[in-house]
């Protein structure tokens, strides 16, 4: 059998169990601060007075303040008057109805009447809200203000605010009147100086349009940029037929062998003209005659001087002759004489070449011209296109300020003209939405403050519960207990509350008589308990099956945590497994056993340890159910316990002892202030440690393992656990009566 099948109860974290087991174990200081809350709140609701409470809500917003659409169209004519000074704040206009100024004018009114009644008074039961509406999921803020006031007469609530009404709305009506009359005056004022404004702001821009010779200088440039723009693809249109032109000039030049456009106008028009054609005739009758007589005669021959001087002649007619043809005195053929018989001798292909390189040549000329005229276009447009900016600047800044004083001196006599007769008109009273009635009772409500003195009362009383139990620092859990050794918890006894009463299961067979005490009686024979010992016994051996656990010590942190009992009943359920047991009463300084089981103590542990004597003759046997249990009692008190304990004699004794019985029990004193424990365990087989449950602290516990760290401690007992369930139902039902302190004290 494992460790975890010992524990009862797992490691967990801390939940709604341990918290309500908190909230029990502390119920009194929960119910007393429970208590005391809920009667003071009882009493303070029984003492209130009657609270009354009256209302009514206020628009604010001031009657000549004109209410626009999204359009910014009036919504009603009437209300279309607006002071252009006024804004209207909330916040402020709450501020100003709660001021002293006019709560006085209030209490000045309502002093015949309520005689008593302050300015402070009705500042503190005078509550004023703005009232808000749902809007697109978002809550806002409206221009209505409710008024509520609260007092203990129902009648005077609404005196109150009806009282406070009118001088709401007097008041009102006399600051808007006034501010309206301030309006009036200040727009006089300004009107002189506006209309300067617009005069200085006119006649500037007319200077500005008659020194630039402009009306819109942003129209004009939009107009001066699409005409650049135009003259641009023009441009372009041009430069795209004149390359065209130039390659139909090349090529018809290699046609005509690379005749100048001139020189082929010039043959062109040679070749058409019938004079120089005839001229051309005569010339070559001359040098066919020429060529005759040089074939007859040499040069110096008259006849061929003569033929030489008329074809010379005749070359001079037909130079005089082209030039007038060509219309030109610097004719081609005056610089090409020697070309002056073939230059009119074209056909009629190159005629018409000749014409068509004329054509182009003259294409050509107009386009360049063309050109050149619209490249000189464009350099004024872009000059005059880059001035713009400047001067669309300056007029950029003249024609606002003259809009703006226009519209400012609209406004201004707009606004008078709105003014005067919403002066002349009258009625400035803030609209009343909700009258006030008579006051309703609010207060106070029993139920409520019942309600809420129970939930407060809870509250405080469980924090005093827990803040009790933060300072405590006692084991209240065997989980607890069992965290704070770390050791294997062998078992938890019941806490004692009722038992039953019948006759003693144990009696003395020798010597005299043995009366054991009532509370000891009950306690062995009360089921549960005896249960669990039997279980604590069970755990013992499965933890401790070597044959060499024959002795075992029983020990606590502090003395009162139930050990002694603890041993005999473990004796007990030892004997009735048919166990051979002896009981010792190691406590040489403080025993208790004899007087549980009424024994004698004249004889026991400490004469053994003293003398040499074999243990016998100072055991005392009880009979238990047809078997026995031997009890060595503790003897006379000596006068150093610690020196007998820790003496060779005790290690004989309990040697003994292991050989006779198979089991030893050692009812020892508490670990926690002596050291008579620690020697006697040093002759034993284990150590148990017995913890009550509620009593010993965590500090306590802590000591104690400490000081058992080096004896083999073999695991821990809850004593006294509270709300255990051992046994059976018919056992729990047999229980009746109630263990008196005494009993309890002497576990």
Sequence with gaps: MTESNLNRTADTDPGYGQLLAILLRRRFW???????VLSIATLKTLITKPTYESSMQLLIEPNYQGKRTQSGQQVNPENQFADSNIEADTATQLNLMRSSLLIQKAVNSLSSEYPTISVEQIQKSLVLTQVEEEASQEKVGTKIIQAV??????????????????????????QQKLRLSKGLAFIDEELPEVRQNVTVAEGALEQFRQSQNLVDPEQQATTTAETLRTVQQEQQAIRAQYEDAQAQYAALQQQLATRSSKEALAASRLSQSSRYQALLNEIQKTELELEQQRLRFTDANPVVQRLLTQRQNQLALLQREGGRVSGSETSPLKRAGERLLTAGQLGSTDLQLASQLAEIQKNLSGLKARSQSLAKTEQQLRAELNRFPSLMAEFNRLQPEVQTERDTLQKLLQARQDLSLEIARGGFDWQTVEAPELGEKIGPDHKQNLLLGIVVGLFLGSIA????????????????????????????????????TSESVIKLPFRRPQVIASSTIQLIQWPPFRESLDLIYKNIQLLNSAPSFRSLIITSALAGEGKSTLALGLAISAARLHQRVLLIDADLRRPS?????DLPNEQGLSTLLTGSNTAEPHQSSLRLSGSYIDVLTSGPTPVDPAT???????????????????????DAPPVLGTVDTILTASFCSGVMLVGRIGQVTQAELTQAKAMLCNLSVIGIVANGVKDSTYGYAPYREAVREVITPASNAGR
Aim: proline content about 4%; glycine content about 4%; aromatic content about 8%.
């Design 644 to 666: 007998l304990l820790s003496s060779p004699r005790m290690g004989q004794l309990m040697a003994a002892f292991e050989q006779n019985y198979d089991l030893v029990l050692l």
């Design 149 to 174: 006031y609260t007092d203990d007469d129902p009648l005077k609530t609404q005196v109150v605010l009806n009282t406070v009404l009118k001088v709401y709305q007097d008041y009102n009506r006399e």
């Design 30 to 36: 929960l119910l007393g601060i429970f208590l005391t």
């Design 465 to 500: 519960a827990f803040l009790r139990e933060a300072v405590d620092d006692a084991v209240h859990t065997s989980d607890a207990l069992k965290q704070q050794c770390d050791l294997p918890l062998l078992g938890m006894t019941p806490e004692l509350s009722r038992v039953e």
């Design 593 to 597: 056993l004899h007087k549980q089981l």
